[in-house]
């Protein structure tokens, strides 16, 4: 499951050491398994978690938002939202509006047929995730969330 080699060094023979140098590789390639069901359940409707993340972002605004904001909303750089912009819009998910205040700036607002393709994207990303956490029982579950609090904690 981890192809995801540790920076530790693991001359310690303890099992709990052992696991704790696996540890950040396997949530990184968990991360990523999570993400392609993510993507194979969007891709059938055209969506991708990029697309949806701008979209719940635009949802969560409640008005139209500065490529800049959805940029740095979205954790890319400019260039990237601005072609994923171009390509949303081309499928009306989105439209391009003036801001009132800086002509130089460009906003992106929710059309309807955005807001049906995020109820959509919502709706299969929601049963894709009660499938995965199907398989996982509470106690496992909230010793995961323990766990990952307590590396969080160092931020």
Known sequence: MNDIPSTIASSESDA???ARATLLGTLVSVA????????RVLEPM????????VLRHLDAAGEPLPLGQLADRSA???SN???LIDRMEGYGLVRRVADPDDR?????ALTEQGRVYLAKGNAAVADAERAM??????????Q????LHALQQGE
Do not use: N, W, Y
């Open 16 to 18: 709990k050491t052992d």
């Open 32 to 39: 990523e398994s999570v993400t392609a069901q993510f993507e």
């Open 46 to 53: 055209g969506m991708s978690m990029a697309k949806l993340k």
């Open 76 to 78: 890319c750089v400019r």
């Open 81 to 83: 939202v601005t072609q």
């Open 104 to 108: 130089r700036c460009t906003r992106a």
């Open 133 to 142: 956490l199907a398989r996982m029982d509470v106690p496992h579950a909230e």
């Open 144 to 147: 995961i969330i323990a766990a």
